[in-house]
């Protein structure tokens, strides 16, 4: 297909001498960022309950944006008179924005899917729309993020309907072809494609195989984190990972629970995205190393240690160290009436799986990432191993890694 321009250049630094995890840094428009790497989603332009300010401060480099949502408001006029989302937003550092497509199955009944593109009804009005390929690059065209996602045809991977499941990973095929063609900007916006499939490996690896002929800047996995079972998702990524350059980012969409990320990571995936933290966070709970916990319950009222000890995010960081020093037990008082817990739970969930990526990163470059997630899984399930999910434990033995036997 010949060399496309691309936006980004990606710097190999480190691969695990057991698993197929990999560090590197890709370098974008608005700077670098380290691989592996955990993108928190701020889908109408800002991250729930966040400054700019305060995103930057968790060490974020690269957000998420929706393109269906901005499209609507504040439309592509304001988008184009502003100069894109990075002046809307303030926000000086790196943009992805997902196509636009799988908002129509999670938000909206869909109407129909054809080969010109996805027919739905609007949510405001009623009035019929489609979102083709074409329109979904110009709208990211007009939003500016760097990395740009082609619009893709979304299957629940639960779907039964194998022949429909074809269907839509041969027009995601297409439909990248079109997205190539419609795209503007191609010298300052990096067009990712997205491999479809479903759970069937044979046609993930005919996807892959299609797609890494187009040579995309960037490639991602899709259409999973949708239900399937663990065992089921760990062998289309080990299976998607094995077929793709080492030269590229790999992207898996919609995944945030840590160990997810973890093990994906032991698996060759190094970018990944959820509403998770900040979602999770609205809840009153916080994420830490030895799990998720939920700081409404009473047990927390008197707690006066932070959300998790020796967390270096602003919110648990002590006053005498230029953070906040916010205990359990003020979260627990102002996360059932306050947006205020709500919001310094965001700080610190965003920040806490940020942070482990980059121990994550940091334990690749000095090849101990196996004795890492013994680690991580030992103080989770606080050193009982018959507590450990077995997809983690077979995923993790596939890539040479038995969490099951004792850590030399």
């Not at 869909?110 to 329109?135: C, I, Q, Y």
């Not at 899984?377 to 009982?384: K, M, S, T, V």
């Amino acid at each position: 297909m010949g060399l496309r321009p691309s936006a980004l250049t990606f710097d190999f630094i480190a691969k695990c001498s057991t698993t197929k995890a990999r560090a590197a840094t890709l370098h974008l428009p608005h700077g670098p960022v380290q691989l592996p790497m955990f993108m928190p989603v701020a889908t109408q332009a800002s991250l729930k309950g966040l400054s700019p300010k305060q995103l930057e401060e968790t060490s974020c480099r690269l957000c998420l944006n929706n393109t269906y949502h901005l499209g609507l408001k504040p439309g592509q006029a304001t988008l184009d008179a502003i100069g894109g989302a990075h002046k809307l937003q303030s926000w000086p550092h790196n943009i992805l924005t997902d196509s636009g497509g799988f908002q129509m199955v999670s938000l909206l009944k869909l109407a129909k899917v054809t080969e010109e593109g996805v027919r739905f009804l609007s949510p405001h009005d009623g009035t019929p729309m489609l979102l083709t390929p074409e329109h979904s690059i110009s709208l990211q065209n007009s939003i500016g993020s760097d990395i740009i996602m082609q619009l893709d045809d979304v299957i629940a991977t639960t779907s039964p309907d194998l022949t429909r499941i074809r269907e839509a990973m041969h027009r995601s095929v297409r439909w990248l072809d079109r997205c190539i063609a419609a795209h503007k900007k191609p010298e300052s916006q990096n067009l990712f494609c997205i491999i479809q499939g479903g759970l069937d490996l044979d046609l993930r690896r005919e996807c892959c195989k299609e797609m890494v002929n187009r040579d995309t800047p960037g490639i991602a996995i899709g259409g999973l984190s949708g239900g399937e079972a663990k065992a089921e998702y760990c062998k289309v990524v080990n299976t998607c990972t094995g077929l793709l350059p080492d030269h590229k980012p790999r992207y898996v969409m919609g995944v945030g629970y840590p160990e997810d990320i973890l093990v994906s990571i032991a698996l060759g995936a190094d970018m990944f995205d959820c509403v998770w933290p900040t979602r999770t966070a609205r809840f009153g709970n916080a994420i830490t190393n030895t799990g998720t916990h939920n700081l409404k319950n009473a047990a927390y009222a008197y707690d006066f240690g932070p959300a998790e000890e020796d967390c270096e995010c602003m919110c648990c960081r002590k006053p005498e160290n230029g953070g906040l020093g916010i205990t359990r037990a003020y979260i627990h008082h102002t996360a059932a009436k306050e947006t205020a817990g709500a919001h310094l739970l965001s700080i610190h969930n965003v920040h806490y799986l940020l942070d482990m990526v980059r121990r994550a990163r940091e334990a690749i470059v000095e090849q101990r990432y196996p004795e890492f997630l013994h680690r991580h899984f030992d103080r989770l399930y606080a050193g009982d191993k018959s507590k450990y999910p077995h997809w983690a434990v077979d995923a993790l033995k596939g890539v040479g890694v038995d969490l099951m036997s004792p850590q030399h």
